[in-house]
């Protein structure tokens, strides 16, 4: 039997911001801009909603001034009521104005920069743990980094995985 899943996507948005920023100064064939990464986003979140109907979706982007949840839209703190099942129609509408107001508060400044991926798994699995008592859900944790890994957070990453 096809049960329902409980996808988390964590984005860093520091290193798809200094993507964004190196291709701006290369000359390059593909052009990735931000409208393109939403819009890939939202096709592959959309066709994820299709696979079943319980399905429920929750994106995180993590920068070094902290975190965001882009969906749902989430602004204080985590409730009961909050309904992480996938509404297309919802997803179009939050996804490009939430990255756009995420980007705009970030820093353009780089060399600061410390990643909080163990902020968003931390948050992550602590929302699988409230929403899968009691219920059959697969979860999962999809991580996109557009640079390399900092060797440094290794030890704060496990530190946030096997707590």
Known sequence: MNHPSFLFILIDL???????????????????????????LQLFC????????????????????????????????LTEEI???????????TLQNR???????LSNDLSRRKSRLNSAL???????????QGSIFFSRILNMQFDKDVAQDYNSIMNSIFR
């Open 83 to 93: 309904n992480f099942k996938v509404s297309p129609a919802l997803l179009s509408k």
């Open 122 to 132: 931390s948050s992550a699995l602590t929302i699988i743990n409230k929403h899968s």
């Open 14 to 40: 520091d290193s798809l911001l200094h993507g964004l920023n190196l291709q701006r100064g290369r000359q390059s064939d593909t052009k990735i801009s931000l409208s393109y990464v939403v819009s890939s």
């Open 99 to 105: 990255f756009e107001r995420a980007i705009n508060n």
């Open 46 to 77: 959309s066709s994820y909603s299709l696979m079943h109907r319980e399905n429920c979706l929750c994106i995180i982007t993590y920068h070094s001034a902290g975190l965001e949840f882009v969906y749902p839209n989430i602004d204080g703190y």
